[in-house]
T-cell receptor
Framework: NAGVTQTPKFQVLKTGQSMTLQCAQDMNHEYMSWYRQDPGMGLRLIHYSVGAGITDQGEVPNGYNVSRSTTEDFPLRLLSAAPSQTSVYFC????????????FGPGTRLTVT | GQQLNQSPQSMFIQEGEDVSMNCTSSSIFNTWLWYKQEPGEGPVLLIALYKAGELTSNGRLTAQFGITRKDSFLNISASIPSDVGIYFCAGRRGAQKLVFGQGTRLTINP
């Protein structure tokens, strides 16, 4: 099993550009989520999904969209990048709800100039 | 949103020393989790605690769920170089989502 994979590992965007961060898991996990990690802030939940076709907002959803068309994939879209979105983004998945152990991907480091 | 205060923010210790860190909240939590993050990687779950007063070990790591349910502690005994990383606590209250602490960065001098 590859576990949770994220691409790209690094990305630089200009303000206003759009892009999609990819996340995939091969563990047949129902629950997937996106976090951002900023210095001194810990991890903050952006969006999450409890299964294919179902998504919901987390703590900091503004500026981000998600979709879950398959169990395996949970892409995160930035519609119009802003410098405030410079961060490290982590995707995670777990068997059931997040009550079960969450497995994190290696992260995507995004810089918006 | 809810906040977890994790301390200390950073620690510089000698190899072989014991390490203690803690996480506190103004709210009651019913689950406490401790994660470790190494450079360039995502967090990895170390210990999960589900009951007030619970004491759980994972090798040289021991974590406790505080009696008040507002705090948790992580101890590492006899530290070794591979213990270097950032340690995060996370808590959950009822059906709400996980809240993470700011992290404790551990540096070990050989």
């Amino acid at each position: 099993n590859a576990g949770v994979t994220q691409t790209p590992k690094f990305q630089v965007l200009k303000t206003g550009q759009s892009m999609t961060l990819q996340c995939a898991q091969d563990m047949n996990h129902e629950y997937m989520s996106w976090y951002r990690q900023d210095p001194g802030m810990g991890l903050r939940l952006i969006h999450y999904s409890v299964g294919a076709g179902i998504t919901d907002q987390g703590e900091v959803p503004n500026g981000y969209n998600v979709s879950r068309s398959t169990t395996e994939d949970f892409p995160l879209r930035l519609l119009s990048a802003a410098p405030s979105q410079t961060s490290v983004y982590f995707c995670a998945s777990s068997y059931g709800t997040e009550l079960y152990e969450q497995y994190f991907g290696p992260g995507t480091r995004l810089t918006v100039t | 949103g809810q906040q977890l205060n994790q301390s200390p923010q950073s620690m510089f210790i000698q190899e072989g020393e014991d390490v203690s860190m803690n996480c506190t909240s103004s709210s009651i939590f019913n689950t406490w989790l401790w994660y470790k993050q190494e450079p360039g990687e995502g967090p990895v779950l170390l210990i999960a605690l589900y009951k007030a007063g619970e004491l759980t070990s994972n090798g040289r790591l021991t974590a406790q769920f505080g009696i008040t349910r507002k705090d948790s502690f992580l101890n590492i005994s006899a530290s070794i170089p591979s213990d270097v990383g950032i340690y995060f606590c996370a808590g959950r209250r009822g059906a709400q989502k996980l809240v993470f602490g700011q992290g404790t960065r551990l540096t070990i001098n050989p």
